[in-house]
């Protein structure tokens, strides 16, 4: 199951404490207290495993390392050890404890969520020439305590959308060296499965139901993974006994979450169109005709049916360079 939305308290390490120690060496007397080292920092990192939050599942906190305390002969006491927890790219970090957000956007990058406490001053710091033999030092100060939450939205350039059992795993197995569960049941797909189509990422969308928006069935959990797909892939099934409804529904449950869902490029596929004879798949192209939809017939047991889909993706993959160009 996709772990995509988890709470945890992150607890930066407190630096170490000064020391106060002196020299018993005669001609050679004189402070040596060394600095507390520094606590440790967490930090994510930004990977390409959608399920990389499931290794934070169950736990409740991450805490890094203390500094060490200072030691004699101006010795620094040892910086704590970093945290680095890898999370998928398209985390968004809701720093609840002080109402802030960031995001992880690439793979590599780096980012700092509790920073380490700085190390306390040893007394060799306080010397001078009014102090020969100071007895000051500084604790360590605390480091940064906070209460996350990771909210996974993946990012994709096309997302397949519809109603459960519409053939959009099938065509992502078709199109891509993706492994998603096919099976002639509702709910087959519980949860999102990424491919590449070359220069493109296809997110395959569990099945919503109307409703889906007020959280029935799967709920609006997968919803929020729409929000990045630059387009969207309508599945209809040519074994629906009322197109129209079907289309209707899945736009009304896009709608309910996110009126901007309604603004994406959107292309209509009637899928599964092996089951039927061409007379009847007409007369289902027709339906959404009269609603001013046109929909591609496809079926991933016809070569030539995928052939119009990848042309429609060789189309996004020139548009999308266009725009970079």
Do not use: W
Request: with cysteine.
């Amino acid at each position: 199951m996709l772990i995509d939305d988890i709470k945890i308290k992150v607890k930066a390490g407190h630096g170490g404490r000064g020391a106060v120690a002196f020299n018993k060496v005669m001609m050679s007397l004189g402070p040596t207290g060394g600095n507390g080292g520094k606590g440790g920092s967490i930090y994510l990192e930004g990977v390409s495993d959608i399920g990389a939050l499931s290794r934070l599942r169950g736990k409740k906190e991450l805490t890094a390392e203390d500094g060490e305390n200072g030691k004699p002969q101006f010795h620094d006491g040892e910086d704590g050890k970093d945290i680095i927890s890898k999370v998928p790219i398209g985390t968004l970090v809701h720093n609840l404890s002080i109402g802030e957000d960031s995001e992880i956007i690439s793979i590599g990058q780096r980012l700092l969520i509790a920073k380490g406490g700085k190390g306390g001053k040893g007394n060799f710091k306080f010397r001078s020439s009014t102090n020969t033999s100071p007895t000051q030092f500084q604790q360590g100060l605390p480091g940064e305590e906070y209460e996350l939450r990771f909210e996974l939205k993946l990012i994709a350039d096309v997302g397949f959308v519809g109603l459960p059992n519409v053939g959009k795993s099938s065509l992502l197995n078709e199109l891509t060296d993706a492994k998603s569960k096919v099976a002639n049941y509702p709910f087959t797909t519980l949860s999102p499965n990424l491919g590449a189509y070359y220069e493109l990422i296809l997110a395959d969308i569990p099945g919503l139901i109307e409703g889906a928006s007020d959280n029935k069935g799967l709920g609006i959990r997968f919803l929020r993974h729409i929000d990045r797909t630059k387009t969207l892939f309508h599945f209809i099934s040519a074994e629906s006994s009322d197109l129209v409804k079907d289309y209707q529904i899945i736009r009304n449950e896009l709608g309910a979450y996110s009126k901007k869902l309604l603004d994406k490029v959107e292309y209509i596929f009637l899928s599964k169109c092996d089951l039927l004879e061409k007379n009847k798949i007409k007369e289902k192209l027709n339906e959404l005709e009269k609603i001013g939809k046109k929909a591609i017939p496809i079926s991933v047991l016809d070569d030539e049916s995928i052939k119009q889909v990848e042309k429609v993706l060789r189309d996004i993959i020139k548009q999308k360079y266009q725009k970079i160009f």
